[in-house]
Nanobody, 124 residues
Framework: VQLQASGGGPVQAGGSLRLSCAAS????????IAWFRQAPGKGREGISC????????YYADSVKGRFTISRGNTKNTVYLQMNSLKPEDAAVYYC??????????????????WGQGTLVTVSS
């Protein structure tokens, strides 16, 4: 099982980015993919999730209405579309999945597999 996160980069406040999480070694059907972020000096925050096990999605209040999680046409990729970015969105973004629950959970310890992280910087 491998996850590869990509799509980060510099953006101005108010701009948009689309992050990708490509899965290999397994198919997303029946699993959940979560996005976490970690800013310097802060803990890892669960911000969004999509479960192909129970069809649910989750957004943290901090990103609700601005971020959208979706599955790509290739079926083994999950996207996080981030609009109206704010300086406080700057962080390293990670995607993750787990073998046991396969539903959306916000505790990082639940997740067994993590992508390598992609850095998002937002300038004001």
């Amino acid at each position: 099982v491998q996850l590869q996160a990509s799509g980060g980069g510099p953006v101005q406040a108010g701009g948009s980015l689309r992050l990708s999480c490509a899965a290999s070694g397994f198919t997303l059907d029946g699993y959940a993919i979560a996005w976490f972020r970690q800013a310097p000096g802060k803990g890892r925050e669960g911000i969004s999730c999509i479960s192909f096990s129970d069809g649910s999605t989750y957004y943290a209040d901090s990103v609700k209405g601005r971020f959208t999680i979706s599955r790509g046409n290739t079926k083994n990729t999950v996207y996080l579309q981030m609009n109206s970015l704010k300086p406080e969105d700057a962080a390293v973004y990670y995607c993750a999945t787990d073998e046991y629950y396969r539903t959306c959970r916000t505790r990082p310890v639940i997740y067994d597999y993590w992508g390598q992280g992609t850095l998002v910087t937002v300038s004001s």
